[in-house]
């Protein structure tokens, strides 16, 4: 499964939009990129995924560039809930076992 | 909306006995999987498991860990002689196919 680089950390404003880059230049043409969040050693906590296309959901939208080499999630208006470690992994659509490789993520923290 | 339980939340025990963590993973979900967490340190995976055996497993899944389904709803960890290097907190997580996974809230391990 590809390598993604994710910032160490970053902090956003309540009631602003975080935005969460994370490269993974080496993806391949069948691998989804995956994100997740962790709340205070909580279990990870599923937010959206996509293949090439851009996506929304509830939670957030997911923003993959055209050659697929990054993406950027958006938490369009953070609370002091959205704290957390999110995780960016990417994984092939074909895995025969699933399996997660979570990185050390990005800590955001909303601020007051 | 359905969730991955997971029993005990606390375990405390001596090292050298055993341990049995249990999940009830998504009632319709057909993938299970064990990772763990030492404090402060990354989201590992440990073992996958479809169609009543075992897909896949990392390094770390050695002798004195095993994995059972021993009814249609649970999903059990078992780790026969514990190390104190077994502490950590341990998440089940499940999934319909080889997507997305849902994790449960996880079972903090103690051994001393």
């Known amino acids: 499964d590809a390598k993604t680089t994710q910032p160490t950390s970053m902090d956003c404003a309540e009631g602003r939009a975080a935005n969460l880059p994370c490269n993974h230049s080496?993806?391949?043409?069948?691998?989804?990129v995956y994100w997740y969040r962790q709340i205070h050693s909580q279990g990870p906590q599923y937010i959206i995924h996509g293949l090439k296309n851009n996506e929304t959901n509830e939670m957030a939208s997911l923003i993959i560039t055209e050659d697929r080499k990054s993406s950027t999630l958006i938490l369009p208006h953070a609370t002091l809930r959205d704290t957390a470690v999110y995780y960016c992994i990417v994984r092939a659509r074909s895995s025969n076992t699933g399996k997660l490789i979570f990185g050390q993520g990005t800590t955001l923290q909303v601020k007051p | 909306e359905p969730e991955v339980t997971q029993t005990p939340s606390h375990q405390v025990t001596q090292m050298g006995q055993e341990v049995i963590l249990r999940c009830v993973p998504i009632s319709n979900h057909l993938y299970f999987y064990w990772y763990r967490q030492i404090l402060g340190q990354k989201v590992e995976f440990l073992v996958s498991?479809?169609?009543?055996?075992?897909?896949?497993k990392s390094e770390i899944f050695d002798d004195q860990f095993s994995v059972e389904r021993p009814d249609g709803s649970n999903f059990t960890l078992k780790i026969r002689s514990t190390k104190l290097e077994d502490s950590a907190m341990y998440f089940c997580?499940?999934?319909?196919?080889?997507?997305?996974?849902?994790f449960g809230p996880g079972t903090r391990l103690l051994v001393l």
């Open positions: 080496t993806i391949s043409g069948n691998e989804y």
């Open positions: 498991f479809y169609n009543n055996e075992i897909s896949e």
């Open positions: 997580a499940s999934s319909e196919l080889v997507g997305t996974q849902y």
